[in-house]
């Protein structure tokens, strides 16, 4: 696969560090951000391959947070694939992300052989 660069949205410092391990395991890089608010801030400004996107977040959670992203690309025309991620795992939960518009979901706590599938998947690699 090739090396991506991945917006990592989580809130838990634990958990920003183990994605950030897997994912320089797997040789790429990410920039973490703790909110959805911040998320779309970043986003302004810099490019990405992919989002990992957290749920249960502060301020702006994952879906609101992600429903930006989708609004926003109607009116550019482009789309960023994104990646939800949550802890509370619910018969469903596959199918109402991709009914708000992700791409991928992956479950806490996470593997790196699933994220690195779930990734190669939805980046079509």
């Given at each position: 696969?090739?090396?991506?660069?991945?917006?990592?949205?989580?809130?838990?410092?634990?958990?920003?560090?183990?994605?950030?391990?897997?994912?320089?395991?797997?040789?790429?890089?990410?920039?973490?951000?703790?909110?959805?608010?911040?998320?779309?801030?970043?986003?302004?400004?810099?490019?990405?391959?992919?989002v990992?996107?957290?749920?249960?977040?502060p301020?702006?959670?994952?879906?609101?947070?992600?429903?930006?992203?989708?609004?926003?690309?109607?009116?550019?025309?482009?789309?960023?694939?994104?990646?939800?991620?949550?802890?509370?795992?619910?018969?469903?939960?596959?199918?109402?992300?991709?009914?708000?518009?992700?791409?991928?979901?992956?479950?806490?706590?996470?593997?790196?052989?699933?994220?690195?599938a779930?990734?190669?998947?939805?980046?079509?690699?």
């Open positions: 696969m090739r090396p991506l660069k991945v917006l990592v949205a989580e809130d838990n410092i634990i958990n920003q560090r183990v994605v950030i391990g897997m994912l320089t395991a797997l040789g790429h890089t990410g920039v973490i951000v703790g909110d959805g608010e911040k998320a779309l801030k970043c986003l302004a400004k810099l490019r990405f391959d992919v990992l996107m957290d749920v249960m977040m301020v702006m959670e994952g879906l609101a947070a992600l429903a930006a992203i989708r609004e926003s690309e109607r009116v550019s025309g482009a789309h960023l694939p994104v990646i939800m991620v949550t802890a509370h795992i619910e018969p469903g939960d596959r199918a109402r992300f991709k009914q708000a518009g992700a791409d991928g979901y992956v479950p806490k706590p996470l593997d790196q052989d699933q994220l690195s779930e990734l190669a998947r939805v980046m079509d690699l």
